[in-house]
T-cell receptor, first 113, second 114 residues
Framework: GAGVSQTPSNKVTEKGKYVELRCDPI?????LYWYRQSLGQGPEFLIY????????DSGLPNDRFFAVRPEGSVSTLKIQRTERGDSAVYLC???????????FGPGTRLTVL | AQSVTQLGSHVSVSEGALVLLRCNYS??????LFWYVQYPNQGLQLLLK??????LVKGINGFEAEFKKSETSFHLTKPSAHMSDAAEYFC????????????FGAGTRLAVHP
């Protein structure tokens, strides 16, 4: 079966622009997570969805970051007024309601020039 | 709050030698513990997990880890390294009983040389 997919795989943008990163979780997985991985570091939690609602957004660094999951499947991470410090790999993961295992996508590498 | 410390950002071993990657955690409640592997330009893949059952956990590709509560450790081992084991390894902790928000360590890059 298909795993978690993320598009685009790479995104280069200019400082101040708006970007959207998409995550398609494994079909039937109700839990969806976004993480950010900066160079040389481990992934850092951003936000967790259970179904359509953001159950924990405590990891979002500021109000320029926002994520949605309107139909409880695909999720979009939105970043406004991008800054060079936003450059990182953004990872998405999903899991079923009964499992502790998260399945990760390949990530989107965001570069802000 | 939970945290993870991985000792050694880079580890180098010879092919066939023992692999030991160290992980210490901090948690005020019983933790779930995980090891993930990341190959270049690929997503994270789960190697093994501890969820309060057996303290010695066996995973994929011959890896295993032992949960030691007294030492707050969850070190990853493999008896004999293969060239294909070269990758970045991440230890992670989450709070048991709740949703699985993972707190990751900084990672250890494993190099295997002939």
């Amino acid at each position: 079966g298909a795993g978690v997919s993320q598009t685009p795989s790479n995104k280069v943008t200019e400082k101040g622009k708006y970007v959207e990163l998409r995550c398609d979780p494994i079909s039937g997985h109700t839990a969806l997570y976004w993480y950010r991985q900066s160079l040389g570091q481990g992934p850092e939690f951003l936000i967790y969805f259970q179904g359509t609602g953001a159950a924990d957004d405590s990891g979002l660094p500021n109000d320029r970051f926002f994520a949605v999951r309107p139909e409880g499947s695909v999720s979009t991470l939105k970043i406004q007024r991008t800054e060079r410090g936003d450059s990182a790999v953004y990872l998405c993961a999903s899991s079923s309601a009964t499992s502790t295992e998260q399945f990760f996508g390949p990530g989107t590498r965001l570069t802000v020039l | 709050a939970q945290s993870v410390t991985q000792l050694g950002s880079h580890v180098s071993v010879s092919e066939g030698a023992l692999v030991l990657l160290r992980c210490n955690y901090s948690s005020s409640v019983p933790p779930y513990l995980f090891w993930y592997v990341q190959y270049p330009n690929q997503g994270l893949q789960l190697l093994l997990k501890y969820t309060s059952a057996a303290t010695l956990v066996k995973g994929i590709n011959g890896f295993e880890a032992e949960f030691k509560k007294s030492e707050t450790s969850f070190h990853l081992t493999k008896p004999s390294a293969h060239m294909s084991d070269a990758a970045e390894y991440f230890c992670a902790v989450s709070v048991s009983g709740g949703y699985n928000k993972l707190i990751f360590g900084a990672g250890t890059r494993l190099a295997v040389h002939p």
